[in-house]
């Protein structure tokens, strides 16, 4: 009978103990998640190049550069989405012709197209 009490008395205690003060419990805040500004409104420019490879969003052109973007001839890599992918000429070599927008986060490829 005795260690039935003490078993009762035990679990009230370790009962009261974890329920404790519920304002002190830290709550964790989501993360903060920052929109993606459009890049509809920014413009255009136009190059011509040659692929050099292709990682994920991620192409690598060599280019002739486009003065009106500030970019100088060389080798630059570019963030591309599936739909410029989709029917543009993807193999290592293949010649060229692109538009591209300059964004806060990079150069982004908005057209691919082979050249003539």
């Not at 205690?13 to 993360?31: E, F, H, M, N, Y």
């Not at 080798?75 to 193999?91: G, I, M, N, Q």
Request: charged share 25%; glycine share 8%; hydrophobic share 40%.
């Amino acid at each position: 009978m005795m260690n039935f009490r003490r078993f009762f008395i035990l679990a009230g205690v370790l009962a009261l103990t974890a329920c404790g003060d519920a304002s002190k419990i830290s709550r964790t805040q989501p993360a903060s998640v920052e929109a993606v500004a459009s890049t509809e409104a920014l413009p255009t420019y136009e190059a011509r190049g040659v692929i050099s490879s292709l990682e994920g969003q991620i192409l690598t052109l060599d280019h002739d550069g486009a003065s009106g973007a500030g970019l100088k001839a060389g080798r630059d890599t570019f963030k591309v989405y599936a739909d410029v992918l989709a029917e543009a000429p993807l193999a290592p070599g293949a010649r060229v012709k692109f538009q591209f927008k300059k964004t806060p986060t990079g150069l982004e490829l908005s057209k691919l197209e082979p050249r003539d």
